[in-house]
């Protein structure tokens, strides 16, 4: 039986990289040509800055907050940038950053998630700094897939379940 400890390593692992990284992809394959840095208004993030951000915030939580690695992260850049890369490159880089912090995520153990961490100027626990990247890593991919389904019109063709199989099982 897993521990509780092991349970949640596990599926915070499991959702980084086999939840989100793939709903990003999803998203960038109808998000239209041009619009990674599209943005409605000044002060609203693009698909690009999200994928920066990602990447920054992820680093710089596990990789470098719990992993120990040194942190450069220029959090303002993230959100200055209106160009860069390609979608693919982003999410490539992000999706790179997500397997070094899972292999730090899957390397904790009950110590190391009670075991006290100072990130961002704050001191958090490894379980708080492991929650806060999962449940901001959420946040952000469905800001992601929604500008994408938006901008890409009614035949997106983007979900993530299938609703005859989730009725079946609640009728079951």
Request: hydrophobic content about 45%.
């Amino acid at each position: 039986m897993s521990t509780l400890s092991e349970i949640v390593i596990g599926d915070a692992a499991e959702y980084l990289q086999n939840t989100y990284v793939p709903r990003l992809e999803r998203a960038l394959a109808v998000l239209p040509e041009g619009d990674l840095w599209w943005r409605p208004h000044e002060g609203v993030i693009t698909v690009g800055t999200i994928l920066l951000h990602l990447a920054g915030n992820v680093r710089q939580w596990i990789v470098c907050g719990i992993g120990g690695a040194p942190d450069h992260r220029d959090r303002s850049a993230e959100f200055a940038a209106m160009d860069g890369p390609s979608g693919e490159v982003l999410l490539a880089n992000l999706a790179a950053t997500v397997a070094e912090a899972c292999t730090v995520i899957q390397g904790m153990d009950t110590a190391a998630l009670e075991r006290t961490y100072s990130i961002q100027g704050a001191d958090v626990t490894g379980l708080y700094a492991v929650s806060h990247v999962v449940e901001h890593f959420s946040w952000h991919t469905g800001q992601a897939v929604w500008i994408a389904k938006g901008r890409a019109g009614v035949a997106h063709g983007v979900t993530f379940y299938d609703d005859a199989k989730v009725n079946r099982a609640r009728n079951a």
